[in-house]
């Protein structure tokens, strides 16, 4: 997803969590469109109140790939109006600058995560996460191995992975690191940003 909508869709959570019902046809509509997992949809639906729901779809959907975005509009034929309005903010927005993402100070780009750091990282990650962590190092066997061990939790199999590449690479296990593999991953930095201030 474009950095462009991940912003418009981080400007309007709060907005959008209360105004859509995403269960009725969102949901379903970006499942037929290979945008969201079976899983994902588990995931989504699990949540005990709408509001929740909507949040969790907005966690998931900016780590589904570039045609995510256009398929979220094209889902809210029921509320045409918070389409409507998306779509003439997107038109008088100005581009991107690189001011807009928030840069992290050097103090924490050189400091090796904490368990805390790792474990909020690996809730926010999306599908990515396998990219993410053979970018750090991790073998395609170390992968697995998360994966079986951690069968019922993604954020279990993401957070073994990032422990495991902390421990194999002591002191250079930096944040700085991992930016660098969430940008070639295609992960926003803000989802980093996010966890860290």
């Known amino acids: 997803m474009d950095p462009e909508h991940k912003a418009l869709l ?12 995403v ?15 079976e899983n994902q949809v ?7 109140t709408n509001r929740q729901k909507s949040l969790k ?5 900016p780590s589904r790939g570039p045609r995510a975005f256009d398929s979220f509009l094209r889902s809210l034929e029921e509320f045409s109006w918070v389409r409507d309005k998306l ?61 079986s061990d951690h069968r019922l939790s993604t954020h279990g199999a993401v957070l073994a992975g990032l422990v495991q590449w902390r421990q194999r690479e002591g002191k250079t296990a930096t944040v ?11 992960v926003h930095p803000s989802v980093l940003e996010d966890v860290l201030m």
């Open 57 to 61: 779809l907005l966690d998931i959907l």
């Open 176 to 186: 700085e690191r991992i930016m660098r593999s969430l940008e070639a991953a295609d």
């Open 87 to 147: 779509l003439l903010e997107l038109q008088t927005r100005p581009g991107l600058s690189s001011t807009d993402v928030r840069r992290l100070p050097d103090s924490v780009l050189k400091k090796v995560p904490s368990d805390r750091d790792l474990s909020r990282l690996a809730s926010r990650l999306g599908a990515e996460w396998e990219s993410v962590l053979m970018d750090l190092g991790l073998s395609a066997e170390a992968l697995f191995r998360c994966r």
């Open 10 to 21: 981080r400007t309007h959570r709060l907005e959008l969590s209360g105004q859509l019902l």
């Open 23 to 37: 269960s009725d046809t969102i949901v379903p509509f970006l499942y037929q469109e290979n945008i969201l997992t």
């Open 42 to 48: 588990e995931d989504i639906e699990s949540q005990p």
